[in-house]
Protein backbone atom coordinates (compact mmCIF):
# COMPACT_ATOMS: atom_id res chain seq x y z
CA UNK A 1 0.00 0.00 0.00
CA UNK A 2 0.76 3.45 -0.90
CA UNK A 3 -0.14 5.01 2.66
CA UNK A 4 3.07 6.21 4.76
CA UNK A 5 2.47 6.52 8.52
CA UNK A 6 4.63 9.63 9.08
CA UNK A 7 5.87 12.17 6.89
CA UNK A 8 9.41 12.47 8.40
CA UNK A 9 9.89 8.94 6.89
CA UNK A 10 11.94 9.75 4.13
CA UNK A 11 12.97 6.00 2.67
CA UNK A 12 9.61 5.04 3.21
CA UNK A 13 7.92 8.32 1.34
CA UNK A 14 10.57 8.60 -1.43
CA UNK A 15 10.09 4.63 -2.02
CA UNK A 16 6.25 4.93 -2.49
CA UNK A 17 6.64 7.95 -4.40
CA UNK A 18 9.73 6.23 -7.22
CA UNK A 19 7.63 3.38 -7.63
CA UNK A 20 3.92 4.57 -7.72
CA UNK A 21 3.94 8.57 -8.55
CA UNK A 22 1.72 9.39 -5.47
CA UNK A 23 1.50 9.39 -1.76
CA UNK A 24 -0.99 9.32 1.09
CA UNK A 25 -0.24 9.98 4.25
CA UNK A 26 -2.80 10.05 6.83
CA UNK A 27 -3.95 12.32 9.98
CA UNK A 28 -1.93 15.50 9.09
CA UNK A 29 -4.61 18.12 10.08
CA UNK A 30 -6.54 17.62 13.45
CA UNK A 31 -10.60 17.57 13.51
CA UNK A 32 -10.38 20.99 14.93
CA UNK A 33 -8.84 22.58 12.23
CA UNK A 34 -10.68 20.27 9.48
CA UNK A 35 -13.69 21.68 10.92
CA UNK A 36 -13.03 25.17 11.05
CA UNK A 37 -11.34 24.26 6.94
CA UNK A 38 -14.58 22.40 6.23
CA UNK A 39 -16.64 25.64 7.33
CA UNK A 40 -14.72 28.31 5.16
CA UNK A 41 -14.90 25.90 1.79
CA UNK A 42 -18.66 26.01 2.32
CA UNK A 43 -18.87 29.79 2.57
CA UNK A 44 -16.63 30.24 -0.49
CA UNK A 45 -18.83 27.55 -2.24
CA UNK A 46 -21.93 29.58 -0.95
CA UNK A 47 -20.68 32.79 -2.16
CA UNK A 48 -19.90 31.36 -5.84
CA UNK A 49 -23.23 30.08 -5.82
CA UNK A 50 -24.81 34.15 -5.35
CA UNK A 51 -21.81 35.26 -7.53
CA UNK A 52 -22.49 32.75 -10.77
CA UNK A 53 -25.98 33.42 -11.48
CA UNK A 54 -25.65 31.47 -15.22
CA UNK A 55 -23.47 29.17 -16.32
CA UNK A 56 -21.53 26.18 -14.34
CA UNK A 57 -19.84 26.69 -10.72
CA UNK A 58 -16.77 24.37 -12.37
CA UNK A 59 -15.38 23.21 -15.58
CA UNK A 60 -15.48 19.87 -14.14
CA UNK A 61 -18.81 19.45 -14.59
CA UNK A 62 -22.55 19.84 -12.76
CA UNK A 63 -21.78 18.08 -9.26
CA UNK A 64 -18.24 20.15 -8.40
CA UNK A 65 -17.89 23.77 -7.32
CA UNK A 66 -14.32 24.92 -7.98
CA UNK A 67 -12.96 28.10 -6.32
CA UNK A 68 -9.61 29.52 -7.78
CA UNK A 69 -6.87 31.30 -5.99
CA UNK A 70 -8.28 31.04 -2.48
CA UNK A 71 -5.15 31.94 -0.90
CA UNK A 72 -6.26 35.53 -2.11
CA UNK A 73 -10.18 35.32 -1.20
CA UNK A 74 -9.67 34.43 2.72
CA UNK A 75 -6.64 33.91 4.96
CA UNK A 76 -8.64 30.70 6.32
CA UNK A 77 -6.18 28.15 4.71
CA UNK A 78 -2.55 30.11 5.10
CA UNK A 79 -1.42 27.73 7.75
CA UNK A 80 -2.00 25.18 4.82
CA UNK A 81 0.73 26.95 2.88
CA UNK A 82 3.63 25.90 4.68
CA UNK A 83 2.46 23.38 6.85
CA UNK A 84 5.36 22.02 8.75
CA UNK A 85 3.97 18.14 8.03
CA UNK A 86 4.18 18.96 4.86
CA UNK A 87 7.07 20.85 3.63
CA UNK A 88 9.22 18.04 4.13
CA UNK A 89 7.33 16.11 1.78
CA UNK A 90 7.35 18.09 -0.93
CA UNK A 91 11.04 18.92 -0.79
CA UNK A 92 11.99 15.30 -1.06
CA UNK A 93 9.56 16.11 -4.69
CA UNK A 94 10.75 19.19 -5.37
CA UNK A 95 14.27 20.18 -3.86
CA UNK A 96 14.02 22.73 -2.03
CA UNK A 97 13.31 26.05 -4.09
CA UNK A 98 9.76 25.94 -5.40
CA UNK A 99 6.90 28.11 -4.66
CA UNK A 100 3.31 28.35 -4.67
CA UNK A 101 1.07 28.06 -7.92
CA UNK A 102 -2.28 27.82 -7.23
CA UNK A 103 -4.71 27.14 -4.51
CA UNK A 104 -7.76 25.66 -4.83
CA UNK A 105 -11.22 24.60 -3.04
CA UNK A 106 -13.45 21.95 -4.30
CA UNK A 107 -17.14 21.06 -2.84
CA UNK A 108 -17.86 17.37 -4.97
CA UNK A 109 -21.82 16.57 -5.00
CA UNK A 110 -23.80 13.59 -5.56
CA UNK A 111 -23.13 12.13 -8.69
CA UNK A 112 -23.61 8.46 -10.59
CA UNK A 113 -20.84 8.83 -12.48
CA UNK A 114 -17.15 9.97 -12.27
CA UNK A 115 -16.74 13.26 -11.41
CA UNK A 116 -13.64 13.72 -13.67
CA UNK A 117 -11.96 11.89 -15.64
CA UNK A 118 -8.64 10.63 -16.00
CA UNK A 119 -6.37 13.11 -16.46
CA UNK A 120 -2.73 14.86 -16.23
CA UNK A 121 -2.12 18.61 -15.09
CA UNK A 122 -0.63 21.10 -15.81
CA UNK A 123 -1.17 21.40 -20.06
CA UNK A 124 -0.67 19.03 -22.91
CA UNK A 125 2.74 20.42 -23.39
CA UNK A 126 3.40 19.63 -19.86
CA UNK A 127 1.65 16.22 -20.26
CA UNK A 128 4.64 14.68 -22.33
CA UNK A 129 7.65 15.44 -20.17
CA UNK A 130 7.57 12.89 -17.37
CA UNK A 131 10.43 12.67 -14.18
CA UNK A 132 13.79 10.88 -14.31
CA UNK A 133 14.24 8.34 -11.49
CA UNK A 134 16.52 10.15 -9.86
CA UNK A 135 15.12 13.64 -10.50
CA UNK A 136 13.20 16.42 -8.64
CA UNK A 137 9.61 16.78 -10.03
CA UNK A 138 8.35 19.98 -11.37
CA UNK A 139 5.04 20.37 -9.99
CA UNK A 140 3.70 18.70 -7.14
CA UNK A 141 0.00 18.81 -6.18
CA UNK A 142 -0.81 18.47 -2.25
CA UNK A 143 -5.10 17.95 -1.27
CA UNK A 144 -6.31 18.18 1.92
CA UNK A 145 -9.29 15.77 2.37
CA UNK A 146 -11.60 17.97 5.20
CA UNK A 147 -14.84 14.93 4.63
CA UNK A 148 -14.19 11.00 4.23
CA UNK A 149 -13.78 9.32 1.05
CA UNK A 150 -12.43 6.40 2.24
CA UNK A 151 -15.46 4.61 1.29
CA UNK A 152 -16.41 2.77 -2.31
CA UNK A 153 -18.70 5.39 -3.88
CA UNK A 154 -17.91 8.26 -1.85
CA UNK A 155 -16.32 10.50 -4.43
CA UNK A 156 -12.44 8.64 -4.08
CA UNK A 157 -9.53 9.80 -5.16
CA UNK A 158 -8.30 7.58 -7.71
CA UNK A 159 -4.71 7.42 -9.10
CA UNK A 160 -2.80 5.02 -11.87
CA UNK A 161 -0.10 2.98 -10.06
CA UNK A 162 3.36 3.76 -12.29
CA UNK A 163 1.82 5.82 -14.53
CA UNK A 164 4.05 9.33 -13.74
CA UNK A 165 6.75 7.47 -16.14
CA UNK A 166 4.32 7.04 -18.99
CA UNK A 167 3.43 9.18 -21.76
CA UNK A 168 -0.59 8.74 -22.68
CA UNK A 169 -0.76 7.40 -26.33
CA UNK A 170 -3.04 10.46 -27.22
CA UNK A 171 -2.10 13.95 -26.84
CA UNK A 172 -5.33 15.94 -25.93
CA UNK A 173 -5.61 19.90 -25.11
CA UNK A 174 -7.40 19.04 -21.96
CA UNK A 175 -5.06 16.55 -20.89
CA UNK A 176 -7.27 13.70 -20.29
CA UNK A 177 -5.96 10.33 -20.87
CA UNK A 178 -8.09 8.74 -24.04
CA UNK A 179 -7.11 4.85 -22.99
CA UNK A 180 -7.71 4.95 -18.95
CA UNK A 181 -10.96 6.68 -19.85
CA UNK A 182 -12.25 4.19 -22.18
CA UNK A 183 -11.49 1.13 -19.86
CA UNK A 184 -13.99 3.47 -17.44
CA UNK A 185 -16.68 3.81 -20.52
CA UNK A 186 -16.42 -0.19 -20.32
CA UNK A 187 -17.12 -0.32 -16.64
CA UNK A 188 -13.94 -1.28 -15.14
CA UNK A 189 -10.71 0.69 -13.86
CA UNK A 190 -7.76 1.23 -15.73
CA UNK A 191 -4.80 -1.36 -15.01
CA UNK A 192 -2.81 -0.34 -11.66
CA UNK A 193 -5.47 2.02 -10.47
CA UNK A 194 -5.69 2.49 -6.97
CA UNK A 195 -8.52 3.99 -5.32
CA UNK A 196 -7.35 6.40 -1.87
CA UNK A 197 -9.05 5.32 1.00
CA UNK A 198 -8.45 9.28 2.61
CA UNK A 199 -10.43 10.01 5.25
CA UNK A 200 -11.18 13.92 6.54
CA UNK A 201 -7.65 15.54 8.02
CA UNK A 202 -5.26 13.28 5.10
CA UNK A 203 -3.33 14.21 2.27
CA UNK A 204 -1.95 12.85 -1.18
CA UNK A 205 1.01 14.37 -2.68
CA UNK A 206 1.53 13.46 -6.35
CA UNK A 207 3.05 14.86 -9.14
CA UNK A 208 1.67 16.40 -12.76
CA UNK A 209 2.57 13.71 -14.82
CA UNK A 210 0.04 10.90 -12.51
CA UNK A 211 -2.87 9.57 -14.18
CA UNK A 212 -5.83 10.37 -11.73
CA UNK A 213 -9.74 11.20 -11.48
CA UNK A 214 -12.53 11.48 -9.29
CA UNK A 215 -14.90 8.38 -8.91
CA UNK A 216 -18.32 8.09 -8.58
CA UNK A 217 -19.69 10.14 -5.25
CA UNK A 218 -23.08 7.87 -4.99
CA UNK A 219 -23.52 7.94 -1.42
CA UNK A 220 -25.52 11.37 -0.92
CA UNK A 221 -22.68 13.21 0.70
CA UNK A 222 -20.56 16.86 -0.11
CA UNK A 223 -16.97 15.97 -0.50
CA UNK A 224 -14.72 18.96 0.80
CA UNK A 225 -10.98 19.61 -0.35
CA UNK A 226 -8.25 22.29 -0.25
CA UNK A 227 -5.76 21.41 -3.21
CA UNK A 228 -2.49 23.39 -3.19
CA UNK A 229 -0.15 23.08 -6.62
CA UNK A 230 3.67 23.90 -6.24
CA UNK A 231 6.18 23.87 -8.61
CA UNK A 232 10.14 24.81 -9.50
CA UNK A 233 10.42 28.92 -8.47
CA UNK A 234 10.87 29.42 -12.75
CA UNK A 235 6.66 27.90 -12.84
CA UNK A 236 4.30 30.26 -14.13
CA UNK A 237 1.04 30.34 -11.77
CA UNK A 238 -2.16 28.44 -13.10
CA UNK A 239 -4.11 30.71 -11.10
CA UNK A 240 -2.80 34.05 -10.73
CA UNK A 241 -0.09 36.44 -11.81
CA UNK A 242 0.93 38.00 -8.70
CA UNK A 243 -0.21 37.75 -5.30
CA UNK A 244 -1.19 41.54 -3.70
CA UNK A 245 0.67 43.07 -1.01
CA UNK A 246 -2.55 41.99 1.16
CA UNK A 247 -1.67 38.50 0.53
CA UNK A 248 2.02 38.92 1.04
CA UNK A 249 1.50 40.55 4.06
CA UNK A 250 -0.10 38.41 5.46
CA UNK A 251 3.16 35.97 5.53
CA UNK A 252 6.86 36.10 6.84
CA UNK A 253 9.65 37.90 4.85
CA UNK A 254 11.39 34.50 5.01
CA UNK A 255 8.49 32.70 2.93
CA UNK A 256 7.82 35.36 0.19
CA UNK A 257 9.62 33.66 -2.21
CA UNK A 258 8.05 30.88 -2.40
CA UNK A 259 4.85 32.77 -3.14
CA UNK A 260 6.42 34.23 -5.89
CA UNK A 261 7.89 37.49 -4.92
CA UNK A 262 11.54 37.70 -5.81
CA UNK A 263 12.02 41.52 -4.35
CA UNK A 264 10.90 44.61 -5.70
CA UNK A 265 14.06 45.08 -7.78
CA UNK A 266 15.18 41.68 -8.56
CA UNK A 267 16.95 40.74 -12.00
CA UNK A 268 14.51 38.03 -13.57
CA UNK A 269 16.99 35.43 -13.12
CA UNK A 270 16.29 35.06 -9.47
CA UNK A 271 13.70 32.91 -10.55
CA UNK A 272 16.43 30.28 -11.60
CA UNK A 273 18.88 31.63 -9.50
CA UNK A 274 18.09 32.02 -5.82
CA UNK A 275 20.15 34.48 -3.25
CA UNK A 276 23.07 32.74 -1.65
Not at 60 to 77: H, L, P, Y
Not at 172 to 201: H, K, M, S, T
Not at 225 to 248: A, F, K, M, N
Request: proline content about 8%; aromatic content about 6%.
Amino acid sequence: MTTANRTDDADQLMDAWRRDGFVHVPSILPPDIVERMRWAVDELAERKRREVTQGPLSDQGEASVRIKNVIAATDAFDELVFHPRVMPVLERFLGTDFRLLSSEAFTRHPSEDFLLGFHTDGGPLLQRVIPGPQSNVIQAKVQFFLTDADQPGHGRLIMVRGSHQRIPKEALPNCYVAEANDQVEEGRLPDGAVEIPARAGDITVHTHSTWHAVGPNQQGGIRRSVILRYGQSWCVPHDHVTLGPEVLDRFPRERRRMLGHLGDSADPAASYKPAL
